[in-house]
Every structure is written in structure tokens, then in C-alpha cells.
């Protein structure tokens, strides 16, 4: 009997799945089911060129209209799945149905962290995640003249350029003293405060947000309140409990998984945001939020459910676009003992080179495109440069690829 | 609308008409021309949307931008004169008929 594949969620974690399965000369059926009503899209172009009207709704799709039939991968859109039956091998969908599964890929990505003001989640705050919440921001975005952003992470600050861009007045929020304090080192936050100083913004480091009334009042916590047009938050992402919660799933922050994919439950995958992970690179186990992550965890799946197992074992990469800035990362910083600067002739196209007991764990490149294609290899070749062939402008990193 | 002709690296040929404007990477992720990744979608990060322009059109394509040539130098398969990014090139009437060819590897 022919098998069925049923993967949850058609992001870019889901669509891969999905696409590999096939090319791969899966034969058995692929069900994609998303509880968006959209055509299956690309994320990142919402908060970049999409939102910029460089981009259309067209564009950003992942694959023509045809795609899906001609490949015979049923996507069923606007339907949510309730529950995981585990032991039955079954699914029940919103509609109240069921539908069995041989595997299971759950695919389903992160939601919004949402702000909470006297135990209640606060109205009239915008958040971007998918396509619906990109329609309405834009809708939101153009009448407005002062536009309040709190948090400045990778989406706060891809907010703060783009509506620069549309000449309104805005204002960037962040509790921690400086931005993208998280993931970035001093110098890279400096370049991104001063650029975006640059160009306008008003910063408040260091203050919280301790009220938001209908959208328009902001209360902070060192007293002061500032009045708005229109509030938008990029405050960080959670992993949604409700599908796992009532099943033997294991969970922990994501669905726990092995460098298969697997759950605990040997049919039942997890790729992407919602699958916490050992990660080789970062060595230990955490989330990733990227579609590098979920791009290559889903190609993990398709393929141990193939029978031809990889262990999950990429590079992981990110990426921001703010004006003219670029920031491409390659590995994770984390734990990092000394970060050596590589600086080009020019003041904003630099790479910074983290290394923990001599050996290189991750490059942030800068407007420095090849530096970060470059350290990608490094980093999957395991090659460590000395400190001083990275303070070298003149050596070339990429001559140490070649054996 | 214009067409464009891809050409797979085990030679399938997709003889394609692209909405003006479209990128060549955009025409052939939708089109499903295998060879053509496009992992960052389009955004000129990655570098997995190398193709190569056949020589009669190549002198018909906007010059190149300075962070197109470095991803370029940083490409899986070989670099050539002919290398350009599919998603940093647009499909226009001046470029009916173009011929592309997808590099074995990206």
C-alpha cells in the first residue's frame, strides 16, 4: 500500500519537505495543510521587499499555481490541525475530520511573543510574522506620521528602515542598552545605531515599555509617555504548545528532536523554528529561527524518511537588510572567547571572526558578501585561520578552502 | 510576455513566458527548472541562483552591482563570464528569447 506523508505547516520548512520527498521519487501521497489562506510564500521578503512595494504577492510565492497538482502534493489551505494522535497514527483537522498518517512532519514554525500589560495581551499592537500580518501593517503603515517600534531585533529594525523609507517619524523601543544585543557584539550594534540615527530614528535604549493604551499612549518606565499614530512590536517568537500539549509528544521550548528529525515519537518529525535541536555548531540544543534551519531540516526529514538518513550538520546562516546594510551571519557566536575584526578600506564593510579556544565558530560579515560565503566553508570544512590571516586584509581566507 | 529558455544541467529544456519584470531566479523556482535553489529568496545572500547567459544576450543585461560580483566569486559551481545571480536580473521586452543554462551545482 502506497504511504502517506501529512506535513503541518507549508512555510519553507514544509514546502521543502514536500518538494524533496518528491525529487527524491517519494511515490506515496503528500499531504501540505496550512492554516493560512495564502498560496505558500516566502517569509523574509514581508519584512524587505515586500513591505518596501519592491516585491509583489506574486513574487514572494515559493511555486507557480500548477506546482502543487502537477507534482501531486495535496495542499489543503485554511485548515488547522487540533490534535495528534500519536498511537493511531492519525490527525484530526479543524473541521472536525481525521486523517491518518504513515509520517508525520510537524512544520509549523513560531508565533509572535505578544506584549502583556496587566496580565492581559495588549490591543492595537502589530506584529509581523506571515502574509496577513504584513497586509495589515501595510494598510496600517501608510496613514500614519509617528510610528512607535518596541524592540530592536532583526524585525524592530527591518520596521524602523522600511517605514524611513516612507518618510514617517519613528521611534525604536528596546529595554537591553544597545541593539540586536542578543546576537550581535558592540561594534555591529553601533553601526546599526548610528545609521539608523542617521537617518532619523529617535532610539530609547535601556527604557521598557510599561503600557500601551489603544495604540496611540505609551508609558515607559522611566516615566515618561509618548503619544503615537501606530504601534508595532518585534519582541521575539514562541514556540505554540496547543498541538503537542495533549499528546506524548516530547516538548521543550520546540518539539524535542534527534539529528534525524524525529520526535520522540520515531513517525512524527519536527523541522524548523519549532524543533529544538542539538546543534553541532553551537553545541547544544536550542531553536533556530532562519530558513537556512528550516530549508535544511526538512531535506533531513525528506530524506530519513527516504531511508537514505543524513544527519543534520549545515552551517547555520541568517541574514538582516537595513538601508544599506547588509549583516550576513555565518555560526553561532555563542560562547565566543575573542571576536578579531576584519576591516575592508571602507568604515561600514567589515567581518567580525569569532574563535573559542583557537578555533573559529562563526563570522558576521557587513557588506561583506564574500567573506560570509567564504567563512560558510570554513566553518563546514571545520578550518580555524590564525587571528592574523583575519586581521589581514590582503591574505586570502578562501586560499585556505583549497588543499 | 517574453520568453525566456532555461536549460537544465542534464539538458531539459523549459522554454518559458515570464511576466515582465520577473527575475530569471523567480521565473524558474515558479516554473519548478530544477538546479535553480534560491535559498534567501532573492534577496542576493546566498549566492544559489547562479546562472549562466547565453553570449548573445549578455551584453543586453544591466551591469553588475558590486555585492552581485562578490557573491559571484563566492558561487558553488565555476564562475565564468557568463555567471550572473537569476534574482538580480529582470526579464524585459530587449531580452526576449534569452537563453539561460543552470550550473550543475549551486
Sequence with gaps: MKKRVVIIGA??????????????????????????????????PLSKGYLQGKQTAQAILFRSANYYNDNEIDLQLGVRVNHIYTQ????????GSKLDYDYLIVATGACNRKLLF??????????????????????????????????GGFIGLELAALAIEKEKKVTVIETEDR?????????????????????????????????????????LNDGKTLETDLVLAGIGVIVETEL????????????????????????????????????????????????????????????HIMGKPIEYNTVPWFWTNQYHLKLQMAGISFGFEEAIIRQSPKPDRFSVYYFRKEKLIAVDSL?????????????????????????DFDFKLNSLLID | MPKATYIETEGKVHELDLPLGATFMEGAVQNDVKGIVAECGGSCMCATCHI???????????????????????????????SRLGCQVRISKALDGIILRVPGEQ
Design chain 1, 118 to 151: 496587566h496580565g492581559k495581551i495588549a490591543e492595537k499592537i502589530y506584529y509581523l510574522r506571515n502574509f496577513t500580518d504584513a497586509k495589515v501593517i501595510e494598510e496600517k503603515i501608510n496613514p500614519a506620521r509617528h510610528i512607535v517600534i518596541i524592540g
Design chain 1, 367 to 391: 557588506n561583506r558578501p564574500a567573506d560570509h560565503l567564504n567563512a560558510r566553508k570554513l566553518l563546514a570544512a571545520g578550518i580555524s585561520p590564525t587571528k592574523q590571516q583575519v586581521e
Design chain 1, 179 to 219: 541593539l540586536m544585543k542578543r546576537v550581535l557584539p558592540e561594534a555591529l550594534s553601533k553601526v546599526f545605531y548610528d545609521t539608523h540615527k542617521a537617518h532619523g530614528v529617535e532610539m530609547l535604549l535601556g527604557v521598557s515599555v510599561v503600557d500601551v493604551i489603544d495604540g496611540k499612549t505609551i508609558k
Design chain 1, 88 to 95: 493511531e497514527n492519525q490527525i484530526e483537522l479543524s473541521d
Design chain 2, 52 to 82: 549562466y547567459v547565453d553570449d548573445a544576450f549578455l551584453e543586453l543585461l544591466p551591469e553588475m552591482e558590486e555585492e552581485e560580483e562578490e557573491m559571484l566569486e563566492g558561487a558553488t559551481a565555476e564562475r565564468t563570464p557568463n
Design chain 1, 11 to 44: 512555510g519553507h520548512g514544509g514546502v521543502q519537505a514536500a518538494s524533496t520527498l518528491r525529487e527524491d521519487g517519494f511515490e506515496g501521497e503528500i499531504v501540505l495543510i496550512s492554516d493560512e489562506s495564502d498560496a505558500p510564500y516566502q517569509k523574509p
Design chain 1, 244 to 303: 503537542t500539549e495533549n499528546s506524548d509528544i516530547s516538548f521543550d521550548d520546540g518539539i524535542v528532536v534527534n539529528g534525524f528529525q524525529q520526535s520522540n515519537i520515531p513517525n512524527v518529525y519536527a523541522i524548523g523554528d519549532c524543533a529544538n535541536h542539538y546543534n553541532p555548531f553551537a553545541k547544544k540544543s536550542l531553536r533556530l529561527e532562519s530558513v537556512q534551519n528550516a530549508v535544511d531540516q526538512a531535506k533531513v526529514a525528506a530524506s
